[in-house]
Structure formats: structure tokens, C-alpha cells
């Protein structure tokens, strides 16, 4: 039997996991990627209210360690975290935003108006911190979300995306 969804404002790891595979009831098809392509860990504050905007945050972390996979290959004795992995996670957390607030579809990532790299993650940070702030949210025939997202590593900014776009869609193979 699978244990029931509960909208909350924190999630641990082993939460995660479940909601990746989609083991929650009541949880809708909206899911998150399993490891390695997870690169959450937690997320530690989910609200509709709050946020830059007033129209809600997230804010999730990653435990950054040094044998972490994509270190070993990007690159061979420079190790650094691809960039395209930490504007993956502000997708993900987006994605889970909105499936949190119980809307419909399969998540997809569909771009996002700016990005900016400040800084970088090596294998010496220990926590990566990632906050999106939900400018507007849609929930009609077409599932849209939209938010400002900005990536920390150790407390600093190093990452910024803003205009990131996640759509929700009920055949998300057929978009």
C-alpha cells in the first residue's frame, strides 16, 4: 500500500526518493528524476507564500562530497561541477513546486530568460544551497510555472537563473 502524499513544508532525502518513483498516493504524475540525476538532497522549506515575489519559495540543499560522480569526469584533474547540473536542480525544484501545489502533468523543463555563473562548485564546498522564487504560477489547460532562481555554494551566490520555465503536461511524450 502506498503511503499517502502529505503536503508539507520539508522533505527529506528518502521522501525524495519516493516521490521520484512516484510511490506517493494522491501524488499525481509529477515526480522527480532518481540519483545520479537527483541533485537534491532535501529541501528544507516548500511555501506559497513568501518568496521575493509573495507568490512562494522553495529552497532545497545538496551535500556536496568529494567522490560525488561528476567529478571524476568533468574534467580529469580540474574536478568542478557542470553548470548544467545545478540549473537542472532549480528545474527540479521548481517542478516539485508545482506538483506540491497539486497541479497536473508530468514535468518538463522549458528554458529560462537569463543566466549568470558567479562562481563555481569544487569538490572543497560542502553545501549547495538552491532558492527559486515563484514569480507566477498557471494552472489552467497549460501548466506553467515560472521563477527567479539562485544557486549557492557554502553561503556565497554562484549561480544565477532567472525567467526559469517548467511546464506541466498530461502526455508529456507527445509536447
Known amino acids: 500500500?502506498?503511503?499517502?502524499?502529505?503536503?508539507?513544508?520539508?522533505?527529506?532525502?528518502?521522501?525524495?526518493?519516493?516521490?521520484a518513483h512516484s510511490d506517493f498516493e494522491?501524488?499525481?504524475e509529477s515526480r522527480l528524476p532518481l540519483p545520479p540525476m537527483l541533485m537534491i538532497d532535501r529541501i528544507t522549506n516548500v511555501s506559497t507564500d513568501g518568496g521575493t515575489y509573495g507568490k512562494g519559495v522553495i529552497e532545497a540543499e545538496l551535500d556536496i562530497k568529494p567522490d560525488l560522480w561528476f567529478f571524476k569526469c568533468h574534467f580529469e584533474e580540474d574536478p568542478v561541477m557542470p553548470g548544467c547540473l545545478g540549473l537542472?536542480?532549480?528545474?527540479?525544484?521548481?517542478g516539485f513546486y508545482m506538483g506540491w501545489t497539486g497541479a497536473p502533468g508530468t514535468g518538463r523543463a522549458l528554458g529560462l530568460d537569463d543566466l549568470k555563473f558567479t562562481g563555481q562548485v569544487l569538490?572543497?564546498?560542502k553545501l549547495v544551497k538552491y532558492v527559486v522564487d515563484i514569480k507566477r504560477m498557471i494552472?489552467?489547460?497549460?501548466?506553467?510555472?515560472?521563477g527567479d532562481?539562485?544557486?549557492y555554494a557554502?553561503?556565497?551566490?554562484?549561480?544565477?537563473?532567472?525567467?526559469?520555465?517548467?511546464?506541466?503536461?498530461?502526455?508529456?511524450?507527445?509536447?
Open 139 to 146: 494552472n489552467r489547460k497549460l501548466v506553467l510555472g515560472i
Open 26 to 28: 494522491g501524488q499525481g
Open 88 to 94: 537542472d536542480a532549480l528545474w527540479q525544484a521548481l
Open 149 to 151: 532562481g539562485t544557486m
Open 1 to 19: 500500500m502506498k503511503e499517502k502524499f502529505v503536503r508539507k513544508s520539508s522533505y527529506s532525502y528518502d521522501e525524495l526518493i519516493t516521490f
Open 123 to 125: 569538490p572543497t564546498i
Open 154 to 175: 557554502d553561503g556565497n551566490p554562484v549561480y544565477h537563473a532567472k525567467g526559469l520555465k517548467v511546464g506541466l503536461f498530461e502526455n508529456p511524450n507527445e509536447m
